[in-house]
């Protein structure tokens, strides 16, 4: 699986759209770009995925560049429960693979 | 639905002594995982199971035994602990299905102390 790279820390304000940014420079062809993230202690949590196109949801969008090697989270309204480690992850998806994590972005989230 | 259940949520173990780490999910997934959590690191593999029947290692397999026990049970077992293997362990299930991204569904994770 390629690797990816991600600032180790980012500071947001409460109600301000967070901006993670993440770079898979060694991404192939038929790999995802998905992100999960884990709240202080818990067990990951999915946030959302994507292959080309830009993804939303109701947690999130993914922004991927056009040449694929990177991606940004977008958290449009941060709160201060979005405060968790953000893990971006690329892999072949589908299938049984495991998940490969980094140490990921420890966002906090600022009143 | 409960979703992935583990336990026990915590255990203190001695050097040598061995134990058996629970993990059951209740939306009939096809594929288990268990990982392990180092302090201020990413989660790393340590064994998988595909479907009923099969289990692969992952990248840290080493001191761990595991068990398919049926499509929702899949146990980690820990035959003579070390405190290396002070860790907090989450198990994760997803339905696995060919040619879609299948999301992981975490449990609330079990820590463990090796003294």
């Known amino acids: 699986d390629a690797k990816t790279t991600q600032p180790p820390s980012m500071d947001c304000a409460e109600g301000r759209a967070a901006n993670l940014p993440c770079n898979h420079s060694?991404?192939?062809?038929?790999?995802?770009v998905y992100w999960y993230r884990q709240i202080h202690s818990q067990g990951p949590q999915y946030i959302i995925h994507?292959?080309?196109n830009n993804e939303t949801n109701e947690m999130a969008s993914l922004i991927i560049t056009e040449d694929r090697k990177s991606s940004t989270l977008i958290l449009p309204h941060a709160t201060l429960r979005d405060t968790a480690v953000y893990y971006c992850?690329?892999?072949?998806?589908?299938?049984?693979?495991?998940?490969?994590f980094g140490k990921g972005t420890h966002l906090i989230i600022q009143p | 639905n409960a979703g992935v259940t583990q336990t026990p949520k915590f255990q203190v173990l001695k050097t040598g002594q061995s134990m058996t780490l629970q993990c059951a999910q209740d939306?009939?997934?096809?594929?288990m995982y268990w990982y392990r959590q180092d302090p201020g690191m990413g989660l790393r593999l340590i064994y998988y199971?595909?479907?009923?029947?099969?289990?692969d290692k992952g990248e840290v397999p080493n001191g761990y035994n595991v068990s398919r026990l049926n499509k929702r049970e899949f146990s980690l077992r820990l035959e003579s602990a070390a405190p290396s293997q002070t860790s907090v362990y989450f198990c994760?299930?997803?339905?696995?299905?060919?040619?879609?991204?299948?999301?992981?569904?975490f449990g609330p994770g079990t820590r463990l102390t090796v003294l």
């Open positions: 994507g292959l080309k």
């Open positions: 199971s595909a479907s009923e029947g099969t289990t």
């Open positions: 939306m009939n997934h096809n594929s």
């Open positions: 060694t991404i192939s062809g038929n790999e995802y």
């Open positions: 994760a299930s997803t339905i696995s299905l060919a040619g879609a991204y299948n999301e992981q569904f």
């Open positions: 992850i690329v892999g072949s998806g589908g299938g049984a693979d495991g998940l490969t």
